[in-house]
């Protein structure tokens, strides 16, 4: 069985096994670990919250208002509400981000005279100096983590309202998932009865268990329903139709490829592939030295990964860069300000992480015959 809820190895990556583990959760994800059949060995500590309150229904209320006005305005003149839409996303999205963010307490300033020295060591525990020796004042960069009572300030984030975010949409995923699968899905062979892919807030599921969803609510075109991600219109009237997947390649979180047909027998592709500039790149074809790729495609992706094994740099032209205060030798003597925003070709390398051991095992499928479709 492929757990709803993680853990993180000795490397601080996130893992998604059934290994036993010891781990901070919050009271959702311990529900949700019983729920599917998880055990429960002790509880070392908690933290116990003794007043409740609805405090971020207000703020997503607002951002899906703005959303849904620029879906409104988009129906009159299509384009002209995407601004009013991204923006309302925008800000439900970062508040979660923000919230979840890791605090390291870093506090970073440009010091030139030995008693701004002298305080920031006093106040900061050192992590590094840079030397800035191309400015006439002669100043340096420290950077360091302040000292911190922990029994008064434990983060400036509110990183619990952030967890408790994350671990709701997962209660989602897994009642969607347990929707379409049952108890199937908790017996010795579950493999075979998982999801082919998924992310926070999407699925790839069989087109003969979307009847299920149906029938239960989850789909539809209201805030929190699952909506087609392939095809805008797959409401029609009082029924659904869906675009189904022919092919589909999954090979790490925020990275797939799917040829798809929609309801009207079109043939169409998407590539969400992060980090990657679709339409803008230098690639020699590994497999084709003659051949410079500069548009990734269905077809690349899939004979990528099915060589995963060698490595692939992507060159991307014209790509605007952030210099941070750690700059290159040739970035100083050229003087590049820090903190300076620029374009520059940037190298990616794809298919560098480790893969998800159910993709590369025989009940994995590239081509599906029946279709699958994509919720988001």
């Known amino acids: 069985m492929e757990p709803p809820i993680g853990r993180h190895d000795k490397d601080g990556r996130l893992r998604w096994d059934c ?6 959760y919050n009271s959702v994800d311990i529900q949700t670990l019983i729920k599917s059949q998880g055990t429960i060995y002790s ?8 007043q409740q309150d609805n405090i971020f229904e207000k703020w997503m209320n607002f951002t899906l208002e703005l959303k849904d006005e620029g879906s409104k305005i988009n129906k009159e003149c299509k384009g002209s509400g995407d601004g009013l839409r991204t923006f309302g996303k925008l800000l439900g999205n970062s508040a979660y981000g923000q919230t979840i963010k890791a605090d390291h307490n870093d506090n970073i300033q440009f010091i030139n005279n030995i008693e701004d020295q002298l305080k920031f060591l006093q ?24 000292y911190l009572d922990e029994t008064v300030n434990v983060t400036s984030r509110s990183v619990f309202l952030g967890s408790f975010i994350l671990s709701y949409s997962r209660v989602m995923i897994n009642d969607i998932i347990d929707c379409i699968y049952g108890e199937e899905r908790y017996m010795k062979e579950g493999i075979s009865k998982q999801i082919y892919t998924g992310d926070t807030d999407s699925v790839v599921v069989h ?11 989850f789909i539809g075109d209201d805030n929190g329903k699952l909506t087609d991600d392939l095809f805008d219109k797959f409401i029609k009237g ?8 022919t092919e589909l390649v999954a090979p790490a979180s925020k990275k797939y490829a799917v ?12 590539i969400i592939c992060n980090g990657l500039s679709k339409n803008n790149m230098n690639f020699k074809n590994p497999f084709n030295q003659q051949q410079t790729i500069t548009k990734f495609n269905f077809a690349c992706m899939k004979e990528l990964y099915l060589n995963k094994h060698i ?24 003087k590049v300000p820090m903190f300076s925003i620029h374009s520059s070709t940037i190298t990616r390398e794809l298919f560098t992480n480790e893969f998800v051991a159910r993709h590369d095992i025989e009940n994995t499928f590239y081509t599906i015959p029946n279709g699958n479709i994509l919720l988001h």
């Open 259 to 270: 040829r798809y047909i929609t309801p009207n027998n079109c043939g169409k592709e998407k």
């Open 311 to 334: 490595n692939h740099n992507f060159v991307m032209p014209d790509k605007f860069k952030k210099i941070s205060i750690r700059r290159t030798k040739k970035e100083i003597i050229n």
């Open 207 to 217: 087109i003969d268990q979307v009847e299920k969803l149906i029938k239960a609510g």
């Open 123 to 146: 106040e900061n525990k050192m992590k590094d100096i840079i030397t800035c020796d191309d400015d006439d004042e002669g100043y340096h960069v420290f950077i360091g983590n302040k």
């Open 19 to 24: 290994t036993r583990r010891k781990e901070y």
């Open 238 to 245: 009082n029924s659904f139709e869906f675009a189904k997947i």
């Open 43 to 50: 509880i070392e500590h908690i933290l116990y919250w003794t």
